[in-house]
């Protein structure tokens, strides 16, 4: 079994683009890593991290969604890098929605796709090559409101309780394997949207990037390591 390292060489991000990812972009930089940064939209990437080292690091538009997507991806970032260390799966999304009486299919499809569904596509990509080095670490963003339910917002957060079971299952399948699955889960991150969605609230009450950042960092180190399936709560 290869020992790990106190810090992956190698990260893929997915959402890199967004607030969140941005800033565990910046976290793995300051620590040397080589990152892959996948977003949906290649544009968005670029404007994200203007002036990056694409000699060391990749920008790769894909849709996290798809499993044809995350495969092709997949292929080219191993074609470079050889091996993936830690992939840390911030892609994902929130809406609020109907009561459950009058809940549209599609709104509960765009939430499953995007928070439960991602995960198994990326993990699909991914963690075949972890397996092969029997090492590894995958880390998901989940959910403070994952654990209970709450009004007009229950596609999201029974998408995100699902994410929260397919990491705890998961951590269990590959922990033979020498791979841990874990999440981090905060309640209200302190975002450019969520301040302008949220005017009235105080931001103070809220996960700065940053420290989300820094937990991430964490859960893909060897100070981790005894970690299996484990969701953090940040508050």
Aim: net charge negative.
């Amino acid at each position: 079994m290869t020992e790990p390292a106190s810090t992956p060489a190698h990260v893929v991000l997915t959402g890199a683009a967004g607030a969140l990812g941005r800033a565990v972009a910046q976290q793995f930089l300051d620590l040397g890593a080589r990152i892959a940064l996948l977003d949906h939209h290649a544009d968005k990437l670029a404007e994200a991290f203007p002036g990056l080292d694409n000699s060391a690091h990749l920008l790769m538009a894909c849709d996290v969604t798809s499993a044809q997507s995350m495969g092709e991806t997949a292929a080219k970032v191993l074609a470079s890098f050889q091996h993936v260390d830690a992939v840390v799966h911030v892609a994902g999304g929130f809406e609020m929605g109907a009561p459950v009486h009058a809940l549209e299919r599609a709104s509960w499809d765009r939430m499953m796709n995007l928070n439960a569904w991602s995960f198994v596509a990326v993990s699909q990509a991914f963690v075949p090559a972890m397996i092969e080095r029997k090492s590894g670490c995958v880390v998901a963003v989940s959910a403070g409101s994952a654990s209970r339910g709450l009004a007009a917002m229950s596609a999201y957060v029974a998408s995100k309780s699902a994410l929260q079971r397919l990491v705890e299952a998961s951590a269990a399948e590959l922990k033979p394997h020498g791979i841990r699955v874990n999440s981090i889960a905060p309640t209200i991150l302190d975002t450019p949207a969520n301040r302008q969605a949220m005017p009235d609230a105080n931001p103070a009450d809220w996960v700065s990037t940053a420290v989300a950042a820094q937990t991430v960092a964490y859960l893909a180190s060897a100070g981790a390591e005894a970690l299996h399936g484990q969701h953090l709560l940040l508050d």
